[in-house]
């Protein structure tokens, strides 16, 4: 059908100008819209009939007639009309809405959703396109001088970007050609405003010039980030983590009241998958928040608590987010622990890392056990010469997973040799007097790994040799060459030459 057709179908009686489209118009056409939508219902082809006539609308009427406020639209609520056409056109591609407590659907209740999708994709790209060429065409005389952005262009911004970022990621709902035609409109939107990225879209190009739509996107998924029913909607939680990491400092402050409680909400679910998408938001306010707007209304203190408690769960893939979002904002709550200027008292660092060495102590599976050993280097470097009041714990840590292969990749050792080369680097004073317990821990490790050549590849292997070496000769430059006469009776007769050759090394004085 031609669009002289369409427009018929749409009751649009042009006046003294052809293809001329009033508010009244577009109401109309939205009502058309929404009957025929109702119709269709969850079939994709009747649907795509009518998008596919709303596309050759935008793509073909003159964009100054649709979208001008001046002439017959001036006085004219087009805004309004506008986005209640684009809320139609999504709702006819909105997931299922789950009842369940859970928040989960079979993935075959979404099997309609990415066609749908495609084709909502197409009549927005369209619309966002007709409005971007608007902005080209010259003003009607006596109309007031053009905004660099049109309140209509700002209007619509929102929902057109909120369609896109449920429909651009790789979830149950999605397929690689709506993912496809969502990033398009993406992009199109970013272009179409006269931005350069998302963010720019979100936050404005420069602090303060409030051009950005962040503001307005908070308060579309606000009624769906409630307790009673984020849940619902599958795509909500994770179309508000995509934005969040799209925005940084120094816009992410303004907006700490409307970002803080959904994230510490959806860390505090009973599913992991749902804790680690909190704590990965949680994580990114408190790198991109100022301390003093974390630490006001005691928003740091409860979150402390909240993923304090996260250690108890003995889930790898949270403990992997929990533990660097603990450690920055630790440095939110507490001095650095190598401040001189007041006494050392042991504070919330050494908690954390007291409960961390507990559970290493107890962990046999291996996972965690990687897991742990990079966070607990990290805590160690960070938290310095204090690290001495964990000295025995550490110790029995370090020779427990030395014991233990992690092959092939032999992730866990190698992490626990990290772990041993920070600590005397930063407890050196206090590390003589364990020094017999550690030279036999890594003495055994240098023979098992020489014997044993094919549980790990060659590079793995040759790793692990010079870091334990590398260990040796840091144990030898902090006794003060204590470790050769430790080591007086080890020869040819006990140890390969491999293990000669990395003893000669650690105790290398040159």
Not at 37 to 62: I, N
Not at 193 to 212: E, K, P, Y
Not at 261 to 277: F, I, Q
């Given at each position: ?171 149950p709902w999605t397929s690689e050609s709506s993912r496809a035609a969502a990033s398009e409109l993406l992009a199109s939107l ?321």
């Amino acid at each position: 059908m031609y669009l002289s057709g369409r427009l018929e179908d749409l009751q649009i009686r042009e006046g003294d100008t052809v293809g001329h489209l009033s508010a009244s118009s577009v109401r109309e056409v939205h009502s058309w819209v929404q009957e025929r939508l109702r119709v269709a219902g969850s079939s994709v082809e009747q649907g795509s009939d009518t998008l596919k006539s709303v596309q050759q609308l935008f793509e073909s009427a003159d964009g100054h007639l649709l979208f001008s406020e001046c002439c017959a639209n001036e006085g004219t609520d087009l805004g309004a009309a506008y986005v209640d056409l684009v809320s139609s056109l999504t709702r006819f591609a909105a997931l299922p809405l789950c009842e369940a407590d859970s928040g989960d659907l079979p993935a075959g209740a979404y099997a309609r959703v990415p066609d749908k999708a495609r084709a909502v994709c197409a009549v927005l790209l369209a619309l966002s396109r007709a409005l971007a060429a608007e902005r080209e065409t010259p003003l009607c005389r006596g109309a007031a001088a053009r905004a660099p952005t049109s309140p209509l262009a700002r209007a619509l911004a929102p929902p057109l970007f909120v369609f896109a970022a449920t429909h651009q990621q790789d979830q149950p709902w999605t397929s690689e050609s709506s993912r496809a035609a969502a990033s398009e409109l993406l992009a199109s939107l970013v272009q179409g405003g006269g931005f350069v990225s998302s963010t720019q879209l979100l936050c404005g190009i420069t602090a303060g010039d409030h051009t950005g739509v962040l503001g307005a996107v908070l308060e579309m998924l606000k009624p769906e980030l409630s307790k009673e029913s984020w849940k619902r909607n599958q795509a909500s939680k994770h179309v508000f983590a995509w934005t969040l990491m799209q925005v940084g400092r120094p816009w992410l402050a303004e907006f700490l009241d409307r970002v803080f409680p959904p994230s510490l909400l959806m860390s505090d679910d009973y599913r992991t998958e749902n804790k680690v998408l909190g704590v990965r938001c949680l994580h990114h306010i408190v790198r991109n928040v100022p301390a003093a707007d974390l630490r006001q209304y005691n928003r740091a203190q409860v979150l402390y608590h909240a993923l304090f408690n996260h250690l108890y769960v003995a889930e790898a893939e949270l403990i992997q987010v929990v533990l660097p979002c603990l450690l920055d904002l630790l440095s939110v709550l507490e001095r650095a622990p190598g401040n001189t200027e007041s006494p050392r008292k042991p504070n919330r660092y050494d908690n954390v890392l007291r409960l961390i060495l507990t559970h290493m102590e107890m962990e046999h599976r291996l996972t965690l056990r990687r897991v742990y050993v990079h966070n607990a280097a990290l805590f160690i470097d960070r938290m310095g010469i204090v690290t001495v009041r964990h000295l025995k714990r550490l110790e029995r840590v370090i020779v427990g997973y030395l014991e233990v292969s992690d092959a092939p990749g032999e992730q866990a050792r190698l992490g626990i040799l990290d772990v041993l080369e920070k600590t005397i680097q930063h407890a050196w004073p206090r590390v003589e007097r364990r020094l017999d317990t550690l030279v036999r821990a890594l003495l055994r490790l240098l023979v098992d790994v020489s014997a044993d050549r094919a549980s790990s590849p060659p590079a793995v292997r040759e790793e692990l040799l010079g870091r334990a070496t590398r260990c040796l000769l840091l144990l030898d430059r902090c006794t003060q060459g204590k470790l050769k006469v430790l080591l007086q009776g080890v020869d040819s007769s006990c140890a390969d030459d491999t293990v000669l050759a990395c003893l000669q090394k650690g105790t290398d004085t040159s």
